[in-house]
């Protein structure tokens, strides 16, 4: 319950006393007052140049937040990806994903606890001889190393880096050689894709985002007199960028539905491609709405765009969740098909 109280001295004055609140609206609440004090496009710009924005961790930590979802916070998995929306609303510059995804699965065996202080495990895509694409991997103490089809998840403790990258966002991301303390963990929902909801609910997150500049910008810029947001194909692209993001908001929020049932990779898989799909359409047209504008370095909507562009390739694409779900499917034959599709179980 430790991280419960944490946000409750945060949101509430010091004078009130127990307040029955909602508690995933109260995480909500709390995230957007720290990101939007934080998260300015200089820190965003910073981060990409390789500095790590050690104030807004210590912050999240201060405030619990590396915690969501873990045993003993008090938190469930659902406010744990409702934390994830507000931060790739904001565009975190921090591996919350693999911080929280990484505390949690450690949490869950009675012999290991969540990264302490301000540690923290990042976690990447598992070969047989590295473990690859671990954001912020430079500055963890612990990376886990994932694989598709394995409810294994790999443990390294104290790992030497091997190469120093990034993402097409600029996110830091590195490469490790399997080397060290390793075991492994086994979880009951598929690691693989857990990491790639997770991915689903911060594009969900930056895809609002990304709408709020095109009906921010369509509203402030002026054309031959008159607001653009007045043109009837700026209305239509906004419309059209509108449903998107309302139907990614709702594949997301499906797949988190799904935890811990039989139906979860199916979810997961429909959930990741149609998100990955509205990506592309919602990029396009608000650019398109922003003009030559959008596509300057100076101006914050790229922050945005290529975050999305990157995380719908990671862990896997809209090919590859489409081929899976279409296998399962099919595997059930026709008879079953129509049943399982219109239903929820």
């Not at 990484?102 to 202080?117: F, I, K, P, Y």
Request: hydrophobic letters at 45%.
């Amino acid at each position: 319950m430790a991280v419960l109280e944490k946000f409750y001295a945060a949101s509430l004055p010091a004078d009130w006393g127990y307040v029955d609140m909602d508690t995933r609206q109260l995480i909500i609440d709390t995230a957007e007052k720290i990101f939007a004090d934080h998260c300015q496009k200089n820190l965003l710009d910073s981060a990409e140049q390789g500095t790590f924005p050690q104030d807004l961790w210590e912050k999240i930590v201060e405030n619990g937040f590396h915690q969501l979802g873990s045993a003993g916070s008090g938190t469930d998995a659902a406010d744990l990806y409702a934390f994830l929306k507000v931060c790739g609303r904001f565009s975190v510059p921090l591996p919350m994903v693999e911080v929280l995804l990484s505390n949690q699965w450690l949490s869950s065996e009675a012999s290991e606890t969540t990264v302490s202080g301000l540690d923290f495990a990042s976690i990447g895509r598992l070969n047989d001889t590295s473990i690859n694409q671990v954001p912020w991997g430079r500055k963890a103490n612990k990376v886990l190393g994932v694989a598709a089809d394995s409810h294994k998840v790999l443990v390294m403790g104290a790992p030497s880096i091997n190469e120093q990258g990034s993402n097409l966002a600029g996110e830091a991301h590195d490469t490790f050689l399997l080397a060290g303390t390793e075991r492994e963990i086994e979880l009951e929902d598929s690691p693989f894709a857990q990491m790639a909801l997770a991915r689903t609910n911060l594009m969900a997150g930056g895809l609002q985002a990304t709408l709020d500049l095109g009906l921010q910008f369509a509203s402030e810029r002026s054309q031959f007199g008159r607001s653009i947001s007045k043109f009837q194909a700026i209305q239509h692209s906004l419309a059209v960028v509108a449903a998107e993001v309302a139907a990614a908001q709702r594949a997301a929020d499906a797949a988190v539905d799904a935890l811990g049932t039989d139906r979860f990779i199916d979810e997961v898989s429909a959930s990741k491609a149609r998100v990955g799909e509205a990506v592309g359409i919602v990029a396009e047209q608000v650019h398109q709405v922003h003009g030559a504008m959008g596509f300057t370095y100076e101006h914050r909507l790229h922050h945005f765009t290529r975050r999305l562009w990157a995380w719908r390739d990671e862990w896997g694409n809209e090919f590859y969740w489409q081929a899976k779900l279409g296998s399962r499917l099919a595997a059930m034959g026709a008879d079953k098909v129509w049943g399982y599709i219109a239903t929820r179980g």
